[in-house]
């Protein structure tokens, strides 16, 4: 629905109001990229998972905190853009290894501590720029990062000049977070490690929601069947216990015609992930 309204906008727009149009296109642009991503969408939701925009369940928002069982989705997703990957905690985490694979962890050392020095109370802020300085951009630095020349030299003068801030690696992290960006990030993405993270997501999905248990699932809760886990945090999503439950109802249906489909179901055990 937005991309027919966007897209209807986009092609009555006037050359007058160019900036109106390409205002448009980007946002086109935009919901066509993140449509299959989106909660708010329609998209980007496990199968059988509410929409966290249209009830209260917190299940879609806690997959996209956790740093293990990372569901494909989210693995897609850094593709986008290192913005992207450095916002979802599990991508920080894997870029890292990959970085320290590839022997320039220092940059996202670097890049980090610049940003957790603008949220540190006032009182620490000089102490942790000398602890920046000495570790990553002095002439004795334990773990020296590749600056341009032109930076590191406009850095040296503003420490030896006590004209230093929060802000006083402003320029440096800026050219840090483009080096890594052209160079780290894009390896990154279209790396053999980046693409072993992705197929191993897919798989896992799959072992772990099978089709049939789904079905299954269905067909236990319009039954009247014990049905997905009763715990009010589940959101409605099936829990371990759940599956296991309907799968041996499955089993039981298909070694026995006058089976039911519940199997005794998971009732209020479940718990999910």
Same mark, same amino acid.
């Given at each position: ?44 939701? $496990? ?41 979802? $905690? ?137 049905? $997905? ?45």
């Amino acid at each position: 629905m937005f991309l027919h309204i966007m897209s209807d906008l986009t092609a009555i727009t006037s050359p007058f109001h160019s900036q109106i149009s390409k205002s448009a296109e980007c946002f086109t642009a935009h919901c066509s990229q993140w449509l299959e991503f989106d909660a708010f969408l329609g998209g980007g939701l $496990p199968e059988s998972c509410p929409n966290p925009w249209a009830t209260d369940s917190l299940e879609f928002w806690e997959s996209e905190r956790r740093t293990h069982d990372i569901p494909a989705r989210r693995v897609k997703r850094w593709a986008f853009d290192m913005q992207e990957l450095l916002r979802d $905690p599990a991508g920080r985490i894997e870029f890292e290894r990959w970085l320290e694979k590839e022997f320039s962890r220092e940059n996202l050392s670097f890049w980090e501590a610049c940003q957790e020095l603008r949220r540190i109370p006032l009182s620490q802020v000089g102490a942790e720029l000398q602890r920046i300085y000495s570790n990553f951009l002095g002439p004795d630095a334990q773990e020296p990062v590749n600056l341009a020349g032109h930076v590191a030299e406009r850095v040296r003068r503003r420490m030896e000049g006590r004209l230093s801030d929060r802000f006083a690696f402003e320029e440096a992290e800026e050219n840090i977070y483009q080096l890594m960006r052209t160079d780290s990030y894009s390896r990154f993405v279209h790396s053999d490690y980046y693409r072993d993270l992705l197929a191993g997501c897919k798989k896992k999905s799959k072992k772990r929601f099978p089709s049939d248990v789904r079905k299954n699932l269905a067909a236990t809760a319009s039954s009247g069947g014990a049905g $997905p886990s009763s715990d009010p945090n589940s959101g409605g999503c099936p829990g371990d216990s759940d599956i296991a439950a309907a799968a041996t109802g499955a089993v039981a249906t298909t070694s026995s015609s006058g089976g039911s489909c519940g199997g005794g179901g998971g009732g209020g055990g479940g718990s999910t992930n």
